[in-house]
């Protein structure tokens, strides 16, 4: 089935513009294709998956193309990475990329999204890629069960458009940020203790929040005294989605630069800027 | 001059939130940091206005300095 083919077949199936998964089924099953291809050629032609109906008036059928054909990297699937996966593939990103070397172990229960008793066990990374096929089966996962090094960046980032920092040392994040600095990738970077968390932006080509990270190196976290619970996770993944959405949309970004923290226990938010 | 200090998560832990300290003129923000008895492990970053601050760059009357502990979770 070519595409005009398909086009008049979305014309005959639409329903106020909406694409339902069973028509994108039939379009599968008649043209060979998978339901990403599909997809993405109803999007090219003005129609919209019914799944993202309710993004309709934040993100235009043109916003959703991009983000079917743009690739996020989430760098750490533990508490953000789990989160921030799900979130983007909510969005309708259509290609994510996931690295972890663990698998899921009891003290991840209290907070890592995909960490079930069923999953205890299992490699986090290709848990994450398996519950994607069930929570938006048009984003496609690559999964990668092992830990982030400098050398393998550009194999690992390669095709990423942005980069989800969502690693749990500093060393690592200030690895991964000098890697994004030099293949010019746009670097988000969150990180959580206790009831804290901190939330960052380096644009493609800065070096500003790689240069603070180095300044990091060896410091203990505050989450080694604290722990971490279940709401600081999603609540700092929420600003690196909404982040990497604004830079895959291509909005300009009152986020560069800065850093965001929060205290959710005493409700104390604030911004500085490190350039 | 007065300097206003706020400090964040567990560095609030047998300090304070927010001070208003009264400090000789053009004292550095390392001085302050000594004061408070903050070892530079306990610190990831310091603001003053709401910038990253030099550890030896001099305070000026009413600065706000803003210190924060190294948050490294995922």
Known sequence: MDRSTLTAFFGVHAVDGLI??????????????????VEDAALAAGYLPRRYERNRNLFSVEDQL???RSC?????????????????ARCGVGH????????FAEHNLNRQRFCTISSLGLPKADAIAEEMRNINPSTQVIAHVEAFRLNRAADLLGPADVIVDALDSFDA???????????????????????????????????????????CRGKSGIEEQLGNPSFTPPFIASLQVAGAIRILLGKDDM????????????????????? | ???????????????????????ADGVSVQHVVDMLSIRSDEAAIIFVNGRHADPEAPLSDGDTLSIFPPIGGG
């Open chain 1, 96 to 103: 994510l990329i996931c690295i972890d070397p663990d698998s």
């Open chain 2, 1 to 23: 001059m007065h300097i206003i200090v706020k400090l964040f998560a567990t560095l609030r832990n047998g300090r304070f939130e927010q001070d208003v300290l009264h400090l």
């Open chain 1, 20 to 37: 339902s998964l069973a028509v994108a089924e039939q379009a599968m099953m008649a043209g060979g294709l998978s339901l990403h291809e």
């Open chain 1, 173 to 215: 994040r200030a690895e991964l940020a000098a890697a994004c600095r030099a293949l010019g990738r746009p670097f988000v970077h969150g990180a959580i203790g206790g009831w804290h968390g901190q939330f960052g932006m380096q644009a493609a080509g800065s070096s500003v929040l790689e240069q603070w990270l180095g300044t």
């Open chain 1, 66 to 68: 991009r983000l079917h």
């Open chain 1, 72 to 88: 996020v990297a989430v760098v750490g699937c533990g508490g953000l990475g789990g989160h921030a996966a799900e979130m983007l």
């Open chain 1, 255 to 275: 986020a560069w630069g800065k850093v965001f923290f929060c205290d959710l226990r005493q409700m104390a938010f604030d911004t500085g800027s490190l350039g």
